[in-house]
């Protein structure tokens, strides 16, 4: 059964970054697609991004798009969450997700079966 754990979350000014961190154990991690959603106060859970098996191919929400970046590093089971520009509206909690079906996973939350507890990302003005 695959696990996941989110690090890197924590208090950031507006225009900042940081780093997200998941880390999987369990299954193959280089045969399934990751994904990054979030939950602001008062809101539902949303899609921020997703990355396929191989690292190739990634797919943004509009509102981080130029901002955000996800990358993976197979060798390490690591999926990451780079967030520049940041802006208050990306406060949320943030969870990291496998779909362990597929090899991509888009933005379907349905795909995906494996999820963290997330991190708090604070970011002030």
């Known amino acids: 059964q695959v696990q996941v754990v989110e690090s890197g979350g924590g208090l950031v000014q507006a225009g900042g970054s940081l780093r997200l961190s998941c880390a999987a154990s369990g299954g193959t991690f280089s045969s399934y697609a990751m994904g990054w959603f979030r939950q602001g106060p008062g809101k539902e859970r949303e899609f921020v991004s997703t990355?396929?098996?191989?690292?190739?191919?990634?797919y943004y929400a509009d509102s981080v798009k130029g901002r955000f970046t996800t990358s993976r590093d197979n060798a390490k089971n690591t999926v990451y969450l780079q967030m520049n520009s940041l802006k208050p509206e990306d406060t949320a909690v943030y969870y990291c997700?496998?779909?362990?079906?597929?090899?991509?996973?888009?933005?379907?939350?349905?795909?995906?079966?494996?999820w963290g507890q997330g991190t708090q990302v604070t970011v002030s003005t």
């Open positions: 997700a496998a779909a362990t079906r597929w090899g991509s996973a888009g933005r379907d939350y349905g795909r995906y079966d494996a």
């Open positions: 990355i396929n098996w191989s690292g190739a191919g990634t």
